[in-house]
C-alpha cells in the first residue's frame, strides 16, 4: 500500500510540474485580447501532419518556451482541416467542404485560406489589434521559435525591412531558450 500511495504522489508532483501553453479557440483569444491586449500566436496545424505533431512534443513543451508564450501571448490551436465555425471581423470562416469520414487529408478551413496557409505546421502571428503580422512556415525548434516570438513581441520586425537586416538581427540576437 505504501509502495502505490508513494507512487500516486510521485505521479502527481511530475504531473503539477509540466508545463503546458495555455491553448484557447480563436474567438476566445479576439475576446481576450479586446480586454488585455497581448499579440496573438496562432498553430496552424492538422491532425495528419508529422511536423505538426512533433512541433507539439518537442517545442510547445519547452519550460522556457511555455513560460514565454503565456506571459506575451494569447495561444491559439487551429485545426486548418477542421469544421470549426470562426466569426471573426464581421465575417464567418468555416469548412464547407468538410468530410468528417475522412481519417487522412480533408478539405481547408476558409480562415486557413484568408491567412494565405499552405503548408503545415504554420505559426501565424497577430498583433495586438487582430491584425496580421506574419506566417512562419515549418517545424521549428524552441530556439529557431524564440528568435520570432521576441522579435513580434518586441515589434523589432517593423524596423527590419531587407533579408540583410534580418540576417545581422538574427546573428545578434541572444538566444535564453534551452533546448
Given amino acids: 500500500m505504501k509502495k502505490i500511495t508513494f507512487l500516486l504522489v510521485f505521479i502527481f508532483a511530475i504531473s503539477a510540474n509540466a508545463q503546458e501553453i495555455n491553448w484557447m ?12 491586449p497581448k499579440k496573438i500566436m496562432i498553430d496552424a496545424y492538422t491532425k495528419w501532419c508529422g511536423p505538426c505533431k512533433m512541433l507539439d512534443r518537442n517545442t510547445f513543451h519547452n519550460p522556457d518556451l511555455v513560460a514565454y508564450v503565456n506571459k506575451n501571448y494569447y495561444a491559439v490551436k487551429f485545426n486548418a482541416e477542421g469544421n470549426e465555425t470562426i466569426n471573426f ?4 470562416f468555416g ?3 468538410f468530410d468528417p469520414n475522412k481519417s ?8 486557413a485560406g484568408y491567412y494565405s496557409v499552405r503548408a503545415y505546421p ?3 502571428f497577430l498583433d495586438e489589434k487582430s491584425d496580421f ?3 512562419l512556415v515549418g517545424y521549428k525548434t524552441p530556439k529557431q521559435l524564440e528568435l520570432f516570438l521576441k522579435v513580434f513581441k518586441n515589434d523589432d520586425y517593423k524596423n527590419i525591412k531587407t533579408k540583410e537586416e534580418f540576417q545581422k538581427y538574427s546573428s545578434n540576437f541572444t538566444y535564453k531558450f534551452k533546448e
Fill in 89 to 92: 471581423k464581421e465575417k464567418t
Fill in 25 to 36: 479557440t480563436f474567438e476566445q483569444a479576439i475576446a481576450a485580447q479586446k480586454k488585455n
Fill in 133 to 135: 503580422i506574419g506566417p
Fill in 95 to 97: 469548412n464547407p467542404n
Fill in 122 to 124: 504554420t505559426i501565424l
Fill in 104 to 111: 487522412g487529408r480533408n478539405s481547408s478551413h476558409q480562415l
